[in-house]
């Protein structure tokens, strides 16, 4: 579904990816770790038409799909959320569901049952706490019927109450979607009860890659953390 080839990002001396490589073959829920600087939100960008690679190739299904624009990206089912986290706050919950969705209406409140937020959809998404807002984020992402979605950070800010719901709320809609879902997450508590496969970024390049069991006894990985 996803194969990556020896992509390379530079930002002036700093090389955010370099000579990337990673395929992932079949639907799941996978993690992507790696300490700060990593590559992995430059990944996300150059896989979603933010960015343009300076070398390497980035196949989408097969096609190669270096250079498009986020919204040919999104038209072949590659969606995100930001590590920033995006919505439109002056819109309500549900038209925040509704815009840009592939979706019917009954779709997008059993989505915001699915996180807890039937109750605030027709107030605008500006009333809801910050985990609340990234919660509707996930939801109004999986709204466009993505077969690649790639979330940033999920939890990161998210109140400690709300951990569990996010958590189960992306199992839900896996379960429900079978799509790929690639996790950018800090919190290893979190990624590791989510994810079934861990890839480990380090320096711009796939440093590790398997099961959260084997990737935390990882000396090479805990390594790359100390470093
Ligand atoms: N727009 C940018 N301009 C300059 N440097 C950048 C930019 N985006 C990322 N970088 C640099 O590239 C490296 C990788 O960053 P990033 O992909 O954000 O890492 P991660 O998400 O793993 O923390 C870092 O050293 C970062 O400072
Ligand atoms: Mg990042």
């Keep these: 579904m996803i194969a990556i080839r020896n992509l390379t990002k530079r930002y002036g001396g700093v ?78 919950c549900l038209e925040n569901l509704l ?54 950070e999920p939890a990161s800010g998210v109140n400690p109450a709300l951990l569990e719901l996010l958590l189960e709320s992306i199992r839900r809609m896996y379960e429900e979607r079978p799509c790929l879902f690639l996790v950018v997450e800090h919190n290893m508590e979190f990624v590791m009860a989510l994810a079934s496969e861990i890839v480990v970024m380090h320096q711009g390049a796939v440093l590790e890659r398997g099961s959260p069991e084997a990737v935390q006894a990882s000396p090479r990985v805990m390594e790359a953390y100390l470093g």
């Design 15 to 92: 090389a955010a990816l370099s000579d990337c490589e990673l395929e992932i073959g079949a639907p799941g829920i996978y993690g992507l770790i790696g300490p700060n600087g990593a590559g992995k939100t430059t990944l996300f960008d150059v896989m979603t038409g933010l960015t343009e690679p300076d070398s390497g190739t980035v196949l989408i299904e097969g096609r190669d799909v270096t250079g498009f624009s986020p919204h040919r990206l999104a038209r072949l089912g590659v969606a995100r959320s930001f590590q920033e986290c995006r919505v439109f706050s002056e819109f309500t």
């Design 99 to 152: 815009f840009g969705a592939r979706g019917t209406r009954a779709e997008a409140l059993r989505l915001l049952e699915l996180v807890n937020l039937q109750r605030y959809r027709d107030e605008p998404a500006a009333n809801l706490s910050f985990g609340q807002r990234r919660l509707l984020e996930i939801v109004a992402t999986f709204m466009r019927k993505p077969r690649i979605l790639l979330l940033d």
